[in-house]
């Protein structure tokens, strides 16, 4: 069965630090896609990524960068030079590539702090 | 202006007294999901519909219904609620079923006393 682990529930930096956000996954599948989704206090739910399981490139997206290691089943997002606008809960995704069902299944999220 | 358009965004029911929370999209996506984020378990799936008179459970279905008459809707139906789905609920909808981003509406919170 899938399974999205984020072992941390809550972080708090000083801003202007770097901070990485863990996300373990497990699945059956060769075929599989990774999410992150950004949930700012305002609550509205925000994509941030996708990647599939044939791509294991880096991506850098400004500030933001993603770290996606098969081998040890992760898929870490890294914010560089943190701002309080970063303050928001984050949630990783994994969903199977599988015609007849689709979930998507979510961790439980992150809950980063940024402190001026 | 592309959106997923939930209502109501706000209720206070009672046990047992039916209600429907409406979703709304208008992407023409053909893949549309419930979820209910409660504190410390995220986002959990309680139902999705990969196309018209399409729909499967998701993680948590108890409690709940849905159906999918028409692309652009997928209402989710508490048939009889009760306290424990007091929570915030969330449409998405995506252009593929499991490949494309998720368009979040804006979410409906549900207090059931």
Redesign the interface.
């Known amino acids: 069965a899938q399974k999205v682990t984020?072992a941390q529930?809550e972080i708090s930096v000083v801003e202007k630090e770097d901070v990485t956000l863990d996300c373990v996954y497990e699945t059956r599948d060769t075929t599989y896609?990774l999410?992150w989704?950004k949930q700012p206090p305002s609550?509205?739910?925000v994509?941030l990524i996708?990647r599939?399981s044939f791509d294991e490139q880096n991506e850098i997206s400004g500030r933001y960068s993603w770290n996606f290691q098969k081998s040890t089943s992760s898929f870490n997002f890294t914010i560089t030079a943190s701002q309080v606008v970063d303050s928001a809960v984050y949630?990783c995704?994994l969903?199977?590539?599988?015609?007849s069902?689709?979930?998507?299944?979510?961790?439980?999220?992150t809950r980063l702090s940024i402190r001026p | 202006e592309a959106q997923v358009t939930q209502n109501p965004r706000y209720l206070i029911t009672v046990t047992g007294k039916k209600l429907t929370v409406t979703c709304s999209q208008n992407m023409n996506h053909e893949?549309m999901?419930w979820?209910r984020q409660d504190p410390?378990?995220?986002?959990?799936?309680i139902y999705?519909s990969?196309n018209v008179e399409v729909t499967?459970k998701?993680?948590v279905p108890e409690g709940y219904k849905v159906s999918r008459k028409e692309k652009r809707n997928f209402p989710l139906i508490l048939e009889s609620p009760s306290p424990n789905q007091t929570s915030?609920y969330?449409c998405?909808s995506s252009w593929a079923?499991?490949?494309?981003?998720?368009?979040?509406g804006?979410?409906s919170r549900l207090t059931v006393l």
């Open positions: 984020q529930t896609y999410f989704y609550g509205e739910l994509f996708r599939n949630f995704a969903s199977e590539y599988d015609s069902a689709s979930k998507i299944i979510f961790g439980s999220g | 893949y999901s979820y410390g378990l995220g986002l959990r799936q999705y990969m499967d998701g993680d915030l969330f998405a079923s499991d490949t494309g981003e998720l368009f979040f804006e979410g």
